[in-house]
């Protein structure tokens, strides 16, 4: 089973960065690696929905972005250290939220739902981003 844990949340002024890690490990039930997942971001604020953040293909790497954070947060991903990271910049008090990275098998994941939360099926259990002066 695959599992994820996210790390590097923490609390920090409008315009500041971030980076968010996103560990995995475990041996999945069909001996894949980590190179065969597209990874993504999602975060959820209090009394909002989970949304999608940014996404992370498999060994093409190919990304996608919410609008909102486009031009602002970057993924990443280092396959030899089953690591996928989220660089955020100049963060906005709208940017706070729980963020959460997920995994799927990439056959399952196209640019028509590489945001959508319901089509990922492995979750970590979500880090805190808290933007405020």
Request: include cysteine; aromatic fraction near 10%; charged fraction near 20%.
């Amino acid at each position: 089973q695959l599992q994820l844990v996210e790390s590097g949340g923490g609390s920090v002024q409008p315009g500041g960065s971030l980076r968010l890690s996103c560990a995995a490990s475990g041996v999945t039930l069909d001996g894949v690696t980590l190179d065969y997942y597209a990874i993504g971001w999602f975060r959820q604020a209090p009394g909002k929905e989970r949304e999608g953040v940014s996404c992370i293909s498999d060994s093409d790497g190919t990304t996608y972005y919410a609008d909102s954070v486009k031009g602002r947060f970057t993924i990443s991903r280092d396959n030899a250290k089953n690591t996928v990271y989220l660089q955020m910049d100049s963060l906005k008090p709208e940017d706070t939220a729980v963020y959460y990275c997920a995994a799927q098998h990439q056959k399952y994941i196209s640019d028509r739902n590489a945001l959508r939360a319901a089509d990922f099926r492995s979750w970590g259990r979500g880090t805190q981003v808290t933007v405020s002066s």
